[in-house]
């Protein structure tokens, strides 16, 4: 079965540091991996997406995912942090396709704090 | 614009009560899900529909019905024999076979009162 676990429930930077938010997946085949954000009260933003294609992935507002089958890992990295990156970020992993659905599986999530 | 609109954005329940979430999106797509959030635990997956007047149980059904009478529209009704029916809910959609990504509405925040 899929899962999906966010090594960290929180991360503090300080504005223009980089970010790095830690993934690790467990997939009995090759999975589609994504990265969302959530603003607080408000739906779900999709950052990046990774599908099969290039291992390293960019996605919007200088995001990027590198996908790392060895390490079973898809990190999220942004090189300098800016006051709106504070979030709460989700690992996502997709479902097998003999599973029953295609729903996506949420890790637990990682409040993203920047401080100036 | 095309996107998902769920309503309302608060909810207030009394104890014992069944309320109904709406769920609209005007993308086109086959699949939609019904999702909640709880601090901490990420997104759960209450019932999710491929296709219409077709539906399943996602992991955490109890206590919830759906329906998908129409392409654009999937209502989630909360029973009253959903225990701990407190939460953030999150609707969403997407293009359906293999997922490749879902599009989120803005939530719907309900409160046993």
């Known amino acids: 079965a899929q899962s999906v676990t966010q090594l960290d429930s929180h991360v503090s930077v300080s504005e223009g540091t980089p970010v790095l938010l830690r993934c690790n997946y467990s997939?009995?085949?090759?999975?589609?991996l994504f990265w969302y954000v959530q603003h607080p009260n408000k739906g779900l933003q999709l950052l990046l997406k990774?599908?099969?294609?290039?291992?390293l992935v960019k996605g919007i507002n200088g995001f990027e995912a590198e996908f790392k089958k060895s390490e079973t890992s898809f990190h999220l990295t942004k090189p300098s942090a800016h006051m709106s990156d504070a979030a709460e970020y989700f690992c996502?992993?997709?479902?097998?396709?003999?599973?029953?659905?295609?729903?996506?599986?949420f890790g637990k999530g990682t409040t993203l704090s920047v401080s100036s | 614009d095309g996107g998902i609109t769920q309503s309302p954005k608060y909810l207030f329940r009394k104890e014992g009560q069944n309320v109904t979430l709406s769920c609209e999106q005007n993308?086109?797509?086959?699949?939609m899900y019904w999702y909640r959030q709880d601090p901490g635990q990420g997104l759960r997956l209450i019932y999710y529909?491929?296709?219409?007047?077709?539906?399943q149980k996602g992991d955490i059904a109890e206590g919830y019905s759906v329906s998908r009478e129409k392409k654009e529209s999937f209502p989630l009704t909360v029973t009253s024999a959903q225990k701990n029916p407190t939460a953030f809910y999150l609707c969403?959609?997407?293009?359906?076979?293999?997922?490749?990504?879902?599009?989120f509405g803005q939530g719907t925040r309900l409160t046993v009162v």
């Open positions: 969403a959609s997407s293009i359906g076979g293999r997922i490749t990504e879902a599009f």
């Open positions: 997939s009995s085949y090759s999975p589609s």
């Open positions: 990774y599908t099969s294609a290039a291992t």
């Open positions: 996502v992993v997709s479902r097998t396709a003999n599973q029953a659905g295609t729903a996506l599986i």
């Open positions: 993308l086109n797509h086959d699949a």
């Open positions: 529909s491929q296709i219409v007047n077709d539906f």
